[in-house]
């Protein structure tokens, strides 16, 4: 079992930057791999990037790629999402999962609760 709580979510205008945090527990965290997804209002929840159990590799969104960065601290059972040059489209609430190397948000096993982010132009 591994149970996934994010934070760091909030209001910033366009251009800004804001970093998601997601603490995971559970003994096995450091054998998954991490994703973040987002689902904005009347839409389907989308993959945004995800990290391999050790780091290695990583993998965004071609809508996030080169403005946000997918890290992982499994020391301290962490991943993070650290998002910049924010966009009102960007705006979402922000899920992280634990599951395989997959943008197929279906194939996750374990999922956080959310955390909202509006961007404002």
């Known amino acids: 079992q591994v149970r996934l709580v994010e934070s760091g979510g909030g209001l910033v205008q366009a251009g800004g930057s804001l970093r998601l945090s997601c603490a995971a527990s559970g003994r096995t965290f450091s054998s998954y791999t991490m994703g973040w997804f987002r689902q904005a209002p009347g839409k389907e929840r989308e993959f945004a990037a995800v990290?391999?159990?050790?780091?290695?590799?990583?993998l965004y969104a071609d809508s996030v790629k080169g403005r946000f960065t997918i890290s992982r601290d499994s020391a301290k059972n962490m991943v993070y999402l650290q998002m910049n040059s924010l966009k009102p489209e960007d705006t979402a609430v922000y899920y992280c999962?634990?599951?395989?190397?997959?943008?197929?948000?279906?194939?996750?096993?374990?999922w956080g609760q959310g955390t909202q982010v509006t961007v404002s132009s």
């Open positions: 999962a634990a599951g395989p190397f997959s943008k197929t948000s279906y194939e996750y096993d374990y």
């Open positions: 990290i391999s159990w050790n780091g290695i590799s990583t």
